[in-house]
T-cell receptor, first 110, second 119 residues
Framework: GQNIDQPTEMTATEGAIVQINCTYQ??????LFWYQQHAGEAPTFLSY????GLEEKGRFSSFLSRSKGYSYLLLKELQMKDSASYLC???????????FGRGTSLIVHP | GAVVSQHPSWVICKSGTSVKIECRSL??????MFWYRQFPKQSLMLMAT?????????EQGVEKDKFLINHASLTLSTLTVTSAHPEDSSFYIC???????????????FGPGTRLTVL
């Protein structure tokens, strides 16, 4: 099975930078996803990391270290609309179907 | 990006009745669709993988006779919650898999979810 761990809740100030960490334990790692989910809505895809390193996409960046079983999502220039749950998900074995962590609820305040 | 719709977006039903939820991929064909359930402040839990033209594959602990899945076409999968009880109240989300063209993986596109409340 997979064990995915991320903080339950984080708060940050508008305009600031926040880093959401995710650690995982799995065998046959394929890749790691980050999704954003607003309350009562479906998740939307943010990133997919297969190789080690940092991938930047606008205000959002995602980092992966396969040897450490560790990833983070970095959000810059935070906006109020970034308040949401951020889900870390891992696919492994012969399947690309991700297994989701519990999500980190991010609250951005003025 | 691709669009996946779900219907209804919310439903309230009496205990013991059955509820059908539809998941449609609007602008692509999906051989494979997935059904998830999410309780408040919990993770998305995969219930089953729906394959067009064949039987669904259920995750451990999910009753296949209670959660009936039909994937009759490449754009439609349905989940029927039979004899619903209050403990089945949850947020049900489907996703449709689009085969990789430019990327290294098959992308999943999520529907907007269906909020089920069983009284």
């Amino acid at each position: 099975g997979q064990n995915i761990d991320q903080p339950t809740e984080m708060t940050a100030t508008e305009g600031a930078i926040v880093q959401i960490n995710c650690t995982y334990q799995t065998s046959g790692f394929n890749g790691l996803f980050w999704y954003q989910q607003h309350a009562g809505e479906a998740p939307t895809f943010l990133s997919y990391n297969v190789l080690d390193g940092l991938e930047e996409k606008g205000r959002f960046s995602s980092f992966l270290s396969r040897s450490k079983g560790y990833s983070y999502l970095l959000l810059k220039e935070l906006q109020m609309k970034d308040s949401a749950s951020y889900l870390c998900a891992v696919s492994s074995g012969g399947s690309y179907i991700p297994t989701f962590g519990r999500g980190t609820s991010l609250i951005v305040h003025p | 990006g691709a669009v996946v719709s779900q219907h209804p977006s919310w439903v309230i039903c009496k205990s013991g009745t059955s509820v059908k939820i539809e998941c449609r991929s609007l602008d692509f064909q999906a051989t494979t669709m997935f059904w998830y359930r999410q309780f408040p402040k919990q993770s998305l839990m995969l219930m089953a993988t729906s394959n067009e033209g064949s039987k669904a594959t259920y995750e451990q602990g999910v009753e296949k006779d209670k959660f009936l899945i039909n994937h009759a076409s490449l754009t439609l999968s349905t989940l029927t919650v039979t004899s619903a009880h209050p403990e089945d109240s949850s947020f049900y989300i489907c996703s449709a898999e689009r085969l990789a063209v430019m990327s290294s993986y098959n992308e999943q596109f999520f529907g907007p979810g269906t909020r089920l409340t069983v009284l």
